[in-house]
């Protein structure tokens, strides 16, 4: 544990000594903010749902450029050689740069408050619905990250790894989309693996136990074939 711990530690000190942390903070916060607050005042209602709505797409687009660096820079670099030889885990190394990852991008989520306290001004707000749909979130970080890592880990450089997990979130992201033309056997599958038939439950103020084991399922399947994938890398 102790290992995990000093390896997130570091990363996460690493994501402020470079731009990374800043400028993906910032576009964050800047345009969930914009598309949230443009739809608001011509709504007139006091309440954050379309705020949570946007987060499935918005954390899409922005953890793999969290994670990206995380294991692919190390390969490029050449300094992946120098930690294989150190006594470390495989599970370490994967599980402390997801924890790193995971790290901030909550940072990322905790700066939003201020837009449900700025509501809150404007309103009368249900908070059982803003609680909700940041627990949803929270749980939709944890998934995103871990396919991010494993992207990473999968890819050869940064570029790659951005593309890759792309690809795989907006696959999850766009899945179930397709219900509606396929029989219902096989629409009701898509569905189920969808990350936003998930998470509608929580912008309608449900916390659901089947919902959030569907994204630590997510998150489990894709930090175990990371380290799968650390260890063949490690052996070659």
Not at 40 to 45: D, H, Q, S, T
Not at 131 to 157: D, E, P, Q, R
Not at 180 to 190: D, I, Y
Not at 219 to 230: N, P
């Amino acid at each position: 544990m102790n290992n995990i711990i000093t390896i997130a530690t570091k990363e996460f000190r690493g994501f402020f000594h470079s731009p990374v942390a800043y400028i993906v903070l910032t576009v964050f916060l800047l345009t969930t903010g914009w598309l949230f607050f443009s739809s608001f005042f011509l709504i007139g209602e006091a309440s954050l749902r379309n705020f949570f709505a946007l987060m499935p797409l918005m954390l899409v687009i922005f953890s793999p450029a969290v994670t990206m660096r995380l294991l692919a820079e190390e390969r490029k670099s050449g300094t992946f050689e120098l930690i294989a030889t150190m006594p470390l885990k495989d599970r370490d190394i994967i599980l402390g740069k997801y924890l790193s990852a995971c790290a901030l991008l909550i940072c990322g989520l905790f700066f939003t408050v201020p837009y449900a306290l700025s509501v809150a001004t404007i309103g009368v707000i249900d908070f059982g619905p803003v609680l909700s749909g940041y627990v949803g979130t929270l749980a939709l970080i944890l998934a995103l990250a871990a396919i991010g890592i494993l992207a990473s880990a999968l890819a050869k450089n940064q570029i790659s790894a951005l593309i890759l997990a792309l690809a795989l979130g907006f696959t999850l992201y766009l899945v179930g989309a397709f219900t509606f033309f396929l029989p219902e056997s096989l629409g009701s599958f898509l569905a189920y693996i969808s990350l936003t038939t998930h998470f509608e439950n929580f912008t309608r103020g449900i916390i659901d136990t089947k919902d959030i084991i569907y994204y630590l399922s997510i998150a489990f399947l894709a930090l175990y074939l990371g380290v799968l994938t650390l260890k063949a890398r490690r052996n070659n």
